[in-house]
């Protein structure tokens, strides 16, 4: 093993030696850590250039985010940093403007009683850390906690919208080149997980809309849901549920994860894309969908 280049575009070998019965498993972690650092991605040689605690006390007071390259890769950089609770704090910011804090947290999946202070912290402190000011502004206090705004700044709103789509894609990518994608491979996974009826009623409220195609608000209207965490978590529920099955009919199957090691589970279900209404939008996989049918 040489690692001993200093260019950082040099190729140098790395070499494993590991149990056969490994090897699968190895391959599908190595390539997905080669996908989340894709050069084709603008994430790829960027390091943020500050810490956690620089800059001045106010975060507002750091630069506004401008259609440059550096900021498309400090957003890039920003989001892949966020874990998936982290991630939909700030997705529901931009998405809902005007949400309160602790309705955010809740929402993101947070334990009860979380209080919202330390998680905003946390993600500001990946701000910080790029040297941008963050995506959300102050607003009323309600019973909820404060109502939060979104930023003005339509470039800022964009970069984030673009990153969490390449974020998704990512990962989408490494689960569709599975096997599990197949409608037999599923119909034999079906065999073997029993849908529960809150399963079946979410891949119904997904065909109540064109092209299987929703937001996790709207699901959750359809469900009967307060709120779109009930339709985040029934989506995670069955995701988890479906990977479960796909690991007993392929012992080589391994769900996709994020650099930071955490799993989403939803991509089991459905692809997913940030549209041009900043909404995140969930589309069944329609060989899941067939397969469900047929069961």
């Keep these: 093993m040489n690692l001993n280049s200093t260019n950082p575009d040099d190729l140098v070998e790395l070499r494993l030696v590991v149990l056969a019965k490994h090897a699968p498993g ?162 034999q996974v079906l065999e073997v997980v029993e849908l529960t009826g809150h399963d079946r009623n979410l891949l119904k409220a997904f065909r109540a809309f064109p092209n299987n195609s929703a937001t996790a608000g709207m699901l959750a209207e359809h469900l009967g849901f307060d709120a779109h965490g009930g339709a985040n978590l029934a989506m995670g529920r069955l995701g988890r549920r479906l990977a479960d099955g796909l690991a007993i009919v392929d012992p080589d199957y391994a769900t996709s994860t994020r650099p930071d090691g955490s799993t989403m589970w939803w991509h089991v279900v459905a692809t997913g894309e940030v549209r041009e209404d900043n909404l995140f939008w969930w589309t069944l996989r329609p060989e899941l969908d067939a397969a469900a049918a047929a069961v």
């Design 26 to 187: 190895v391959q599908a972690t190595v390539q997905r850590y080669l996908d989340s650092i894709d050069a084709t991605a603008p994430t790829g040689s960027y390091t943020p250039p500050f810490g956690s605690s620089d800059g001045p006390k106010d975060a507002w007071d750091l630069p506004d985010w401008e259609d440059t390259d550096d900021d498309v890769a400090a957003m890039h950089w920003l989001v892949n940093d966020l874990s998936d609770n982290q991630l939909d704090v700030l997705h529901g910011v931009v998405s809902e403007p005007g949400s309160p804090t602790n309705l955010l947290v809740a929402n993101a999946g947070y334990p009860e009683g979380t209080t919202a202070s330390p998680v905003f912290r946390a993600i500001g402190s990946r701000f910080r850390r790029v040297g941008r000011r963050p995506l959300w502004i102050g607003g009323d206090k309600t019973a909820d906690g404060q109502a939060l705004g979104v930023t003005s700044n339509p470039i800022a709103v964009r970069l984030f919208r673009d990153a969490v789509t390449a974020r998704a894609d990512r990962t989408v990518s490494a689960a569709t080149s599975t096997p599990g994608d197949a409608v037999d491979t599923w119909r």
